[in-house]
Nanobody, 115 residues
Framework: QVQVVESGGGLVQAGGFLRLSCAASGSTFGINAIAWYRQAPGKQREFVAS???????LYADSVKGRFTISRDNDEKTAYLQMNILKPDDTAVYYCKVVSPLGSTWGQGTQVTVSS
C-alpha cells in the first residue's frame, strides 16, 4: 500500500510563488510516475504536470513556463514549483503516485491566489 501526503499550499498574491511537496511512503518500490492535478470549485479535476522515472516531464499548456515539477533522487518525493501565480491557479492541488500497485491519490492541498 502507498500513502501520499501533499504539503505547501497556502494563500499568495497574484505574481507570487509557492512550492508544493508530495511525499510517498509505504510500498514505494517501483514508483513509475508522480503527477499533480488540481480542482477548482465547480470544475473537474485537471492535469497539471507529471514526472516519470527517467525524469521525463509533461505540463498542461496553462502552466508551461510558470510551473516546474521535480523529483528527489529516491523518487519518493516530488515537488511542484509554481511561479507567477494567477487567480485562475486557485484550486485544491492533488498528487497522484503511480506504482505497480496502481494509482494512489493524496488528500490535496489548497492553493489560493488573490488578485
Amino acid at each position: 500500500q502507498v500513502q501520499v501526503v501533499e504539503s505547501g499550499g497556502g494563500l499568495v498574491q497574484a505574481g507570487g510563488f509557492l512550492r508544493l511537496s508530495c511525499a510517498a511512503s509505504g510500498s514505494t518500490f517501483g514508483i513509475n510516475a508522480i503527477a499533480w492535478y488540481r480542482q477548482a470549485p465547480g470544475k473537474q479535476r485537471e492535469f497539471v504536470a507529471s514526472i516519470g522515472r527517467g525524469g521525463t516531464t509533461l505540463y498542461a499548456d496553462s502552466v508551461k513556463g510558470r510551473f516546474t515539477i521535480s523529483r528527489d533522487n529516491d523518487e519518493k518525493t516530488a515537488y511542484l514549483q509554481m511561479n507567477i501565480l494567477k487567480p485562475d491557479d486557485t484550486a485544491v492541488y492533488y498528487c497522484k503516485v503511480v506504482s505497480p500497485l496502481g494509482s494512489t491519490w493524496g488528500q490535496g492541498t489548497q492553493v489560493t491566489v488573490s488578485s
